[in-house]
């Protein structure tokens, strides 16, 4: 199941405007971050915006075989494009590709 979340019109990784595609996803985020079983997107954007600068595109949640993931595109200095994936319960990196 996978929780899109689009961000527009960023000027950094630390500030965030997102629209959720559905309410019902919305929803599902919304509780799994108030029972604790997972970090907010906030607290994710936080914890990587000293080793992962640049301008947040593209933002989805999505869970895979019960493990909730934050899938971030980050657009770097000189136009390269980051993926992180990253843990939604412990905030660890799970996955960082650059091209």
């Avoid at 994710?44 to 080793?51: A, G, M, Q, V």
């Amino acid at each position: 199941m996978a929780l899109a979340i689009g961000v527009i019109c960023l000027t950094g990784i630390g500030t965030l405007s997102s629209a959720i595609a559905s309410s019902g996803d919305h929803q599902r985020a919304t509780q799994a971050v108030e029972s604790g079983e997972i970090l907010s997107l906030r607290v994710i954007l936080e914890r990587l915006e000293s080793s992962n600068p640049g301008q947040v595109l593209e933002v989805e949640l999505e869970q895979k075989k019960g493990v909730w993931i934050y899938e971030l595109k980050i657009l770097k200095t000189g136009g390269r494009l980051q993926k992180l994936k990253v843990d939604a319960k412990t905030g660890t990196v799970l996955s960082d590709k650059e091209r």
